[in-house]
């Protein structure tokens, strides 16, 4: 993936700044802009009425534009007042999808958009800036351009008590959660494709001619591969180089691991993981599928002992995996 699937981006305009007194416009460039969404959605026609639904078609046009906040539409002017009158810093934020990612992600609807920023933003502005949820109050509205969907956000702190710049580390935090949130639908497609082709690869270790794998193992004790690894390290290094051999001569082998591969990588790039963060995702992910071939060939090696299976499910990326135990009888 050229870039990330989404893109945050945040600016604080603190209480003393020059820029401070003119804040409360971007309510409007926000609300009214070209491209901006002007619709109701279904929950916020829930929570209007018709009474309410009224009274929006007939006000909306240069007066509601596309702003919303946590319990529905909100007025421009409104919006502007709160924020020129509040005493803190404003937050501005952009959550930007492109375009060809947003339909998958379901993203190319005001209401997938509204959920997101109302169920995840209040919590998140908190974490990044200790203020308790709620006295969070914001103000939104989608966009669509030629290249992108994306979200404004305009968060003060209610109280007004909030007036300082965001944390780097809590910024990141915030940014990898709301951008897993995003990309919820794709990451379910993705783990699943994940799991099937680490499926595929430990089916195919399990098709290995046993006599590819001959190699000592010690004469008795636990035979896993984990305790291998620890306790017998030559055994362990002559497993993984027969695997390795394996490897080359099996398509369907090569073929899963390679799968397995590019699908952990989409993971990774789905989570919008960069630099260290997305190498340590991506090896970790190897190294579990790695420890479970081996425990696989073991058991082509030593097919005549009891074996006890501890199958963990999981519908994150990783979760600890019980080895598998092989005993000798």
């Excluded at 539409?73 to 492109?98: D, K, S």
């Excluded at 914001?138 to 710049?165: C, E, F, K, P």
């Excluded at 944390?167 to 799991?195: N, W």
């Excluded at 260290?276 to 991506?282: G, I, K, M």
Aim: positive net charge; contains cysteine; hydrophobic residues 45%.
């Amino acid at each position: 993936m050229a870039s990330p699937p989404v893109i945050v981006n945040h600016s604080v305009v603190r209480a003393g700044a020059s820029a401070r007194a003119s804040a409360a416009g971007l309510a409007a460039y926000a609300g009214t802009r070209r491209g901006v969404v002007i619709e109701v959605s279904e929950a916020d026609g829930r929570r209007l009425g018709v009474d309410g639904l009224a009274a929006y078609a007939a006000n909306r046009t240069g007066s509601t534009g596309g702003l919303w906040g946590a319990d529905g539409p909100v007025a421009v002017a409104e919006a502007r007042r709160a924020i020129a009158q509040n005493g803190g810093a404003v937050l501005t934020t952009v959550v930007t999808v492109p375009n060809d990612i947003a339909p998958g992600a379901g993203l190319d609807r005001l209401d997938a958009w509204q959920a997101l920023v109302r169920s995840e933003w209040p919590k998140l502005f908190s974490e990044m800036t200790g203020v308790p949820e709620s006295r969070v109050e914001y103000y939104a509205a989608m966009h669509v351009n030629g290249t992108s969907h994306h979200v404004h956000i305009l968060t003060v702190d209610r109280s007004g008590d909030w007036d300082s710049l965001l944390p780097k580390g809590k910024m990141e935090a915030a940014r990898l959660e709301i951008s897993s949130k995003a990309m919820a639908p794709l990451l379910r497609e993705a783990y699943i494709e994940r799991d099937l082709a680490r499926k595929a690869a430990l089916e195919a270790v399990a098709r290995i001619d046993r006599g590819k794998l001959d190699i000592g193992l010690p004469p008795n004790g636990r035979i896993e591969a984990a305790h291998l690894r620890r306790f017998h390290p030559e055994a362990s290094a002559a497993l993984r180089e027969a695997l390795g051999r394996a490897a080359s001569d099996s398509p369907a082998l090569a073929g899963a691991l390679e799968r397995h591969r590019k699908a952990v990588e989409r993971c990774a790039d789905l989570k919008c993981l960069t630099g260290e963060a997305r190498d340590v995702y991506v090896r970790k992910a190897a190294a579990d599928l790695g420890l479970r071939c081996e425990n696989a060939a073991l058991r082509v090696i030593v097919p005549d002992v009891s074996v006890n299976i501890i199958f963990t499910i999981s519908t994150n990326a990783f979760s600890p995996i019980a080895p598998t135990r092989i005993h000798r009888i």
